[in-house]
């Protein structure tokens, strides 16, 4: 019965929620690069601290281990590297894109040794740019004799027919290039090289923090295993089809819900709200005022001020930055952990909208809203 069905993953649920408990009072959430907030910064954390540890001349004095446990678990050992005069560079400039889009951009990581080349293009957040494999790999035959390309990402598989397709015919992954992930390849990598690091080293224990930020980013760490095998069993699968064919249904709900206990709060204020779907919002005094407050998203949660239509950048508010077409007074990102509230961008988000932690979240954004508002209100900007 479904019933029972949801009632033992509930229970299965409230286990695991017992398990992260635990673990958050011996302290095992303690991150660097969550407190930092560069737990999805694509080049200042991932492309840098992989770049690190695949440089033989890295400051974790490891030498070319890493690398070589790289190679391995990448199935690259036919490229025959010179691991003795290997070096590694991030955002490698191949200069500037031509009106093609057949050459030029930045490398994420390359791994040069000699005349062959491991190349990297790292996905976290961004999408794929336009023909940018293309580019990466008209580079590479122009200026190596072999190379392997490779495409980094969370979780999925194979590159976007937009950054994959040319003229000439289309980049095939594991051919042209080879998809790899965060989730399969770069966690058991890492595995790897905290197994070669000796046990009083600090670089044991930076590693495996990364690999714990990686875990939680791809939605691995082990205790969420108790539901994923209930969810997994052949007996179940009738009733988790079921589940999430109503999913979109279910994150409408509870967007709807939060968004009425939100709206009750900003009319209290004498303002207006409108939703423009599943987080984003709109906030405006006068329905008809040719700008207004917007939260929204793309490759993380912002707000700022902008208007139905394309303006001149205007002089930025003080408490905002970059101004811009779309946005003319400015924008920023919102704080913390809430860069991600959107579903769209992480569905662990949507637990920012359930009963336990909402009423937390709405203050944030009223916060954020009436900072706006009284920041434009003072430049005589009419929202």
């Not at 930076?206 to 690999?211: E, G, R």
């Not at 979240?361 to 009223?366: A, G, H, W």
Request: hydrophobic share 40%.
């Amino acid at each position: 019965m479904l019933e029972d069905y949801l009632r033992d993953i509930a229970d299965l649920y409230n286990k695991q929620k017992a398990i992260y408990k635990d673990r958050y009072k011996k302290g095992d959430f303690f991150n660097v690069f969550n407190i930092l907030e560069l737990s999805r910064n694509e080049t200042r954390t991932h492309s840098a601290f992989l770049a690190e540890l695949l440089d033989p001349y890295g400051s974790h004095g490891m030498g070319n281990a890493f690398l070589i446990d790289f190679i391995t678990r990448m199935h690259l050992e036919d490229l025959r590297l010179d691991l003795q005069h290997a070096y590694v560079e991030v955002e490698r400039v191949i200069g500037g894109i031509d009106e093609n889009y057949d050459k030029g951009g930045r490398i994420d990581i390359i791994v040069v040794s000699g005349s062959k080349a491991i190349i990297i293009e790292n996905k976290i957040d961004a999408q794929d740019q336009y023909k940018q494999l293309v580019r990466y790999n008209n580079y590479a035959k122009d200026t190596f004799t072999d190379y392997r390309l490779l495409y980094l990402t969370l979780d999925k598989d194979a590159a976007s027919d937009a950054s994959t397709l040319s003229d000439s015919g289309q980049l095939m992954p594991n051919v042209d290039y080879y998809p790899i992930t965060y989730r399969d390849d770069i966690i058991a990598w890492l595995s790897d090289c905290v197994a070669a690091t000796p046990d009083q080293s600090s670089v044991k224990v930076i590693v495996n923090q990364y690999k714990e930020l990686l875990k939680d980013i791809t939605n691995t760490m082990e205790e969420n295993n108790l539901v994923l095998d209930a969810l997994k069993k052949e007996g179940n699968w009738a009733y988790t089809l079921e589940v999430l064919k109503n999913g979109e249904a279910w994150k409408n709900e509870v967007w709807n819900t939060f968004l009425q206990l939100l709206r009750i709060r900003v009319e209290a204020e004498g303002w207006l709200l409108e939703s423009k779907g599943i987080g984003r919002i709109i906030v405006r005094k006068n329905p008809d005022s040719e700008y207004f407050i917007a939260i929204t998203q793309e490759g993380g949660s912002y707000i700022g001020i902008t208007s139905t239509e394309t303006k001149e950048p205007q002089k930025c508010l003080s408490i905002l930055e970059k101004p811009n077409a779309w946005w003319p007074f400015g924008w920023k990102w919102l704080e913390g952990s809430y860069r991600y509230f959107l579903p769209q961008s992480d569905p662990n988000s949507m637990e920012y909208l359930f009963p336990e932690y909402r009423e937390v979240f709405m203050d944030y954004l009223m916060h954020e809203i009436s900072l706006v508002m009284h920041e434009a209100e003072k430049a005589g900007i009419d929202l």
